[in-house]
């Protein structure tokens, strides 16, 4: 195996985990720190990734780039790349919904990038088996052996463009949407005064259910301020599908109205109710109720 | 305890089962036969219902109504009492938001009527214990009396109108909510080819979870009729408590789509998913995709 010179745009948790992991598999690993935070600066110093100091030095100097980053910029990046004049293999690993993905790809192809769709299902983890970085597109095996070694896992869906972005739209819909749900059901109990009622019925069916609700809402929240782009690519997805997408519109609302919690490291449920109920109107924007 | 008259406005499946429970619990009760359909006046003389023939004889007979209709037609139901000058006790058992049982509450009230909510957790069953009247408002204890025996429980939440509504509306958010939410995913993930690895990926976490999926999604299908009415009281509860509504706005689509499934005995996975993704034109008015 020829080792690789492989750009992480850019290591925040999750890149800095695929960057781990590209090097345990014996690749070379750069990343471009202008414009970086202090801890994005941390994080690749840590892993001994080698600065190529701006995105245009990055693009000349290694022949395969990774983006990783929130949904809503996963487009600015990939243009960046292409004004760069990149030529080489360009994964996106980003939360977005198959059909941006498959028009990312139609935009990038021309310029002579070979685009392939990622979707990362799980967090960032030391146990092998518990994440996985879903691939589909050209050239996928090749992706795939750049991750071979680590806690990381692959798995390949085939070479269209657009599959490993609609397995993790579609699990994220739950996962995530049903979360979002049950913290909007108990937000309009609390204001209803009827919470501890719905917990008794709740309770007749399954004794601990309350007590799961609040732990995985609470959890929830210190990560919420990233799952709202999320949401909304899934009801991208699912509209785009011809299915109603307005779960996850709903779902990103209440995820915006946790993003105050970021940072926090224990979050209780009072908290979290008097968030929902009396939202900060700048995490608000673009409610839909 | 003294045998009371009581109206049932009207005896459909759920209607009936609360005439048996006032029956068996000593009570003399009526329907009103005129423009009712054969199934109705089926259930009606099989339970030995007396028939008063109109809406306007049942409010002269009978000194206490009972409402248990679609929520769409709550407030219709309502005025036509109200418009017939009926004064006595009158139990709204809809799946209706609590903000409007409280707007029933206020204009019946300076009629004379004495207006107490009610909300039906649960189905039509001979099994005590599964199936509860939940009742708020005033003289709910003489409410609760009448439905004293047979398989049907009572629980009274106080004298305050719309809460024994909240409960019923917390409750179907996540119960009825959460089918049409995972039926939205299936529809999704079919229409862009990953149902399958999706079922792998929930298998992961829990084996049997694919299937549980399927038989939950295709026994909601029957009764999937009139589900959309009452996912549309959920989005205004919960829009009028200050939470997003647009899970429910979503699920009565859903709910929509399903509905030619009506009077199904055996629905399969396969059918839902041909109606989710190409539904009728005419069961998908009000779709917000």
């Known amino acids: 195996m020829t080792s690789e010179r492989i750009g992480i745009l850019h290591p925040g948790e999750m890149g800095a985990f695929l960057a781990a992991s590209a090097l345990k598999s014996g690749h070379h690993v750069y990343w471009a720190s202008e414009g970086r935070s202090a801890n994005t600066q941390h994080r690749a110093a840590k892993l001994g990734l080698v600065d190529a100091e701006t995105v245009a030095h990055l693009c000349a100097e290694c022949s395969f780039l990774v983006s990783i980053c929130p949904p809503h910029a996963a487009e600015a990046v990939a243009n960046q790349v292409a004004a760069a004049g990149f030529t080489g293999l360009y994964l996106d690993a980003n ?54 070694a680590g806690a990381l896992m692959t798995r390949v869906l085939g070479t269209t463009v657009g599959q490993a972005s609609a397995v993790k ?32 019925l709740w309770r007749r069916d399954e004794a601990d259910f309350p007590d799961q609700v609040a732990a995985r809402v609470c959890r929830s929240a ?34 915006r109205r946790l993003a105050p919690f970021k940072g926090s490291t224990e979050v209780t449920l009072e908290q979290v109710l008097a968030a929902l109920l009396a939202p900060d109107a700048e995490t608000d924007t673009g409610s839909t109720i």
């Not at 769709?117 to 795939?144: C, F, H, K, M, N």
């Not at 009801?235 to 307005?246: K, N, S, V, Y």
């Open 95 to 148: 939360a977005i919904s198959p059909q941006r993905a498959v028009r990312m790809s139609q935009a990038m192809t021309p310029a002579g990038i070979t685009f392939v769709d990622g979707g990362i299902i799980g967090g960032v983890t030391q146990e092998p088996g518990r994440t996985t970085l879903y691939l589909s597109g050209p050239r996928v095996d090749e992706v795939a052996a750049c991750f071979s």
């Open 169 to 200: 739209m579609c699990f994220s819909a739950y996962n995530k949407g049903s979360v979002a749900l049950l913290a909007a059901i108990l937000g309009t109990a609390e204001s209803l005064g009827v919470r501890h009622e719905l917990y008794r």
């Open 222 to 255: 210190p990560r919420a301020w990233r799952y709202s782009g999320e949401m909304e690519e899934i009801a991208t997805t699912f509209r785009e599908a011809g299915i109603p997408g307005d779960f996850h519109t709903a779902a990103a609302v209440i995820y």
